[in-house]
């Protein structure tokens, strides 16, 4: 059963053209995490809800946003989307943001024209 | 944020025990070593984690060294669907800290038929 869900798999969108990416969960968990993962590299954290308190990392552009309108759903906003943006968008959740263990979804690749 | 040392890539043979290992000299009293993996075109998944003891579960073993300064996750048998990039960070969990992970460039597993 699928527990973290990101549509779509595969983005393609334009060089400044906002697009909204979508994160879902199953596992009712209280934390919910974006990163991004360009090629060859490893994950990097975005930001983080706990519940609807928002986390922002202190490097992490503006032109990112993101709005948890209910404890399902997390959504990833590129404002204007530049080539270097292009990536793996990883979603991921936990119950607690401490000490429990993460859950990833499969990730939306981003290709930026 | 306490840093870890992984090879950058391993080999093993099919059906052989690998032991990868960390380094993480600096790691403090309230740092967990978590350990994730991420298979080819994956998000990362849990293995295992521990703090001070041994660990033991369905995928994998963790041993931890007296000291804390390095740790090895023991894979008992190794199958080609093991191969992936393993991940070794160290979660903190102290008071006013968030628990987020950091991820390191990882040791990418290549298992051999």
């Known amino acids: 059963d699928a527990m973290v869900i990101q549509n779509p798999r595969y983005q393609v969108t334009q060089f400044g053209k906002p697009v909204t990416l979508s994160c879902s969960q199953t596992l009712n968990h209280n934390v919910m995490y974006w990163y991004q993962q360009k090629s060859s590299q490893a994950p990097k954290l975005l930001f983080h809800y706990y519940d609807k308190d928002f986390n922002n990392e202190a490097d992490t552009p503006d032109n990112f946003q993101s709005r948890r309108p209910n404890t399902s759903f997390c959504f990833l906003d590129i404002r204007s989307p530049g080539l270097g943006d292009a990536a793996m968008y990883l979603c991921?959740?936990?119950?607690?943001?401490?000490?429990?263990?993460?859950?990833f979804g499969p990730g939306t690749r981003l290709t930026v024209t | 944020d306490a840093k870890t040392t992984q090879p950058n890539s391993m080999e093993s043979n099919e059906e052989e025990p690998v032991h990868l290992p960390c380094n993480h000299s600096t790691i403090s009293g309230t740092d967990y070593i978590h350990w994730y993996r991420q298979l080819p075109s994956q998000g990362p998944e849990y293995v295992i984690h521990?703090?001070?003891s041994n660990v033991n579960n369905r995928m994998a073993s963790l041993a931890i060294a007296e000291d804390r300064k390095s740790s090895t996750l023991i894979l008992h048998r190794a199958t080609l669907r093991d191969a992936a990039v393993y991940y070794c960070i160290l979660r903190d969990v102290g008071s006013g800290n968030t628990g987020k992970l950091i991820f390191g460039q990882g040791t990418t597993l290549q298992v051999k038929p």
């Open positions: 521990g703090l001070t």
């Open positions: 991921a959740t936990s119950r607690d943001g401490v000490t429990g263990e993460q859950y």
